[in-house]
């Protein structure tokens, strides 16, 4: 498993190690890799206040990186005598940390540049520093300008960034703002201490086809139905072959998952707890939650483009989706200082370190690969980590489909594209009346409104689907070598390269969850509960379907993948395929998004839009190789040790 076009950062890395600690005030080096696709001239806008504050981050190369990937793809493969045989996090460390004299010259040039250093991680990693900008510009030899990136101002270096030959140095990150996007792309706040208020507006269906809006325009010559209200534990447990589990001891106890997300819900517990309650789900047991909430901000840095609020209702979902399926297992919140690369990954970072967890789930990523390609693989060398210590990544795959509509080129989402984490799609799903599977098919939506009695030019644009595609930086890791069609590979040309997703479960928000939150509402900052969905809903499901896999084994699976591919086209997953015919549902919003006294906005959603990617038989690149198939996925898992 490796990188595309990376040429550059490698000779970096064989450059840095040719050169002595006492040659290197003498000898500076550029950073290839580390500056973002869009910090281009032509978009280039005002030079960055020198007074500005910073905050970056100097990654370091793992000791013998060979050896790491091997140990890597040896502890993952079934196939495999180490297969299972992962490390302790303190074992990692001393065989790959870097060296404590080569992390300590680093953190002593930064501090001679009159910067910062504010944190070293147990594994030495990185070095994270901040400092105004005219420091760092000077410190790295380029300045720091806005970028016009879509509707946002972005700072970025203006040139590449170099520093002394300090050996192990791979990348810098930080220098640019690009942040990290949360999935999905729900509503999102202002400053305040809670998310704003939503409700779901009336009429809705307590499953797929339940209520007809037989008083609307028809789609396509049919009565389409009113979408769901939200699908409830037993209906999902049901519709994924684990309606028994819980009530023959597979629920998750014992197991621990962790969830990464930025800053940390100050009402977390008390939602979850009443979530449980309406829901009739087990509730929190005293120990079951634990919030590591990050440390507090000394400067804006990558917190410039968040809101924390907008944040809470993201790690609601998260902590309940996985409680849905695993009512005992504990979770482990790790929020990070703020949505920057840098400090998710430090996120990460503490669990693996700390070993707080068997499973982390993660429901960010930035739109598309834009970062340095040398940043890209400085944090997929975290992940490297996580393989060899049994801890299984799962990552949203986005909310974008091809990402076309957003950004104006295919891409896909990092870090679901990097080759060590398990990438998860999302589907559309009817859930029949007595939680049956009435379809099921990649997620992609159009949607139209009503118009003068009419839908207006159905099914109207895009609006939002499973994040999938081909990376242009990663090349193709061996356990897809003989699932993914070349056409999907390829489809850049030049050599196979990742594609993603890997697996799917259900992510669209018109067949999605009840998520319960405290929010902002004009009589005051309450609980309040709402419809929602997107890969945000299917990583932390899929998540907490390997803790149940973990329980059943009695052994940690860790990093799935290459034993995930070994159950294409078995009854372990079922393959999703694309509707043989147009399916459309309504959804009727409140205009205000609270209540009717501003009306309503009825809309037309159609099903299975996926724009460039394309839901087919057998592996495809909007659900990857299907959907789990609850106890059969379970058991098929075990049986690969």
């Known amino acids: 498993m490796g990188l595309l076009a990376l040429s550059p950062a490698a000779a ?113 990693h990185h070095i994270a520093a901040e400092g105004t900008a005219d420091r760092v510009e000077a410190a790295f030899g380029t300045g720091l300008a806005g970028y016009r990136v879509g509707d946002r101002v972005l700072r970025g270096p203006t040139a590449t960034p170099s520093m002394p030959a300090l050996h192990g140095v791979v990348a810098v990150s930080g220098l640019d703002e690009g942040g990290a996007a949360v999935h999905p792309d729900h509503v999102t706040a202002g400053p305040s201490a809670a998310p704003p208020g939503f409700v779901n507006g009336p009429p809705c269906s307590a499953w797929w086809g339940e209520r007809l809006a037989s008083d609307l325009p028809p789609a396509d010559g049919a009565v389409a139905p009113y979408v769901p209200c939200g699908y409830s534990a037993g ?51 005293r120990d079951q939650l634990t919030e590591i909430a990050p440390p507090p901000l000394t400067s804006p840095g990558g917190g410039t483009h968040c809101d924390p609020a907008s944040w809470y209702a993201e790690e ?23 949505c920057s690369n840098v400090a998710l990954d430090e996120a990460i970072t503490t669990v693996l370190d700390g070993e707080l967890a068997q499973v982390i789930t993660n429901s960010w990523g930035s739109p598309g690969e834009s970062a340095g390609p040398a940043q890209l693989r400085a944090f997929a060398d975290t992940f490297l980590q996580a393989a060899i210590e049994g801890v299984g990544l799962i990552f949203a795959s986005g909310d974008n489909g091809d990402q076309v509509a957003r950004r104006g080129v295919r891409t896909v989402d990092f870090p679901a594209s990097a080759p060590w984490v398990t990438s998860v799609g999302g589907t559309s799903l009817g859930i029949g009346a007595g939680g049956e599977r009435v379809f099921e098919t990649g997620w992609g939506v159009d949607r139209t409104t009503l118009a003068g009695g009419v839908w207006a030019s159905p099914p109207g644009p895009f609006l939002y689907g499973s994040g999938g595609g081909t990376s242009r930086v990663f090349e193709q890791p061996d356990y897809q070598s003989h699932a993914v069609p070349d056409s999907l590979s390829r489809h850049f040309g030049g050599a196979r390269a990742r594609t993603v997703p890997d697996l799917a479960m259900v992510g669209d928000p018109n067949t999605g969850i009840i998520v319960g939150v405290t929010q902002t509402f004009p009589d005051g900052v309450r609980y309040g509960e709402y419809r929602i969905g997107g890969t945000s809903l299917a990583a932390p499901l899929v998540a907490a379907l390997e803790l ?72 495809d690149d909007v659900t990857g190789l299907g959907t789990p198939r609850g106890m059969a996925f379970i058991e098929a898992l075990g049986r690969t040790r």
């Not at 600690?21 to 206040?49: C, I, T, Y």
């Not at 023959?248 to 707890?273: C, K, M, N, W």
């Not at 609601?316 to 200082?337: N, Q």
């Open 12 to 124: 970096l890395v064989a450059a840095l190690a040719s050169h002595t600690s006492a040659a290197a005030a003498e000898v500076r080096v550029s950073l290839a890799g580390s500056v973002p696709e869009w910090a281009v001239p032509a978009q280039r806008e005002a030079p960055v206040p020198g007074s500005q504050l910073v905050d970056l981050a100097v990654y370091m190369s793992w000791r013998d990186p060979e050896e790491v990937t091997r140990l890597a793809e040896a502890v993952s493969d079934p196939s495999s005598s180490h297969y299972g045989h992962h490390l302790g996090a303190a074992e990692f460390r001393e065989r790959f940390a870097p060296a404590p004299s080569d992390v300590e010259a680093v953190a002593a040039w930064l501090r001679g540049q009159g910067l910062r250093v504010v944190h070293i991680p147990a594994n030495r």
């Open 235 to 285: 209906q999902l447990r049901s519709v994924y072959g684990l309606e028994h589990a819980e009530r023959e001891g597979l629920d998750g106890g014992g197991q621990t998952v962790a969830v990464t997300d930025a800053y940390a819900s100050p009402t977390i517990r008390a939602d979850v707890d009443r979530y449980s309650r309406n829901r009739g789900l087990r509730p929190l047991g």
């Open 316 to 338: 609601s979902l998260d902590v309940e989706a996985v409680h849905l399926l695993a009512p005992r297992a504990r979770v482990v919140y790790a929020g990070a200082r703020d």
């Open 548 to 619: 149940l896999a973990d329980q059943h084994a009695g052994w940690h699976h860790g990093f799935l993948n290459p034993a995930l591919y070994r159950l294409g086209g078995t009854g372990a997953l079922r393959d999703v395929v694309a509707l043989e015919a147009p399916l459309a549902a309504v959804r009727v919003d409140y205009a205000n998004r609270l209540d009717a006294s501003g009306g309503l906005v009825q809309s037309l959603r159609t099903l299975g839009q996926t724009q460039s990617l394309h839901t087919a038989r057998g592996y």
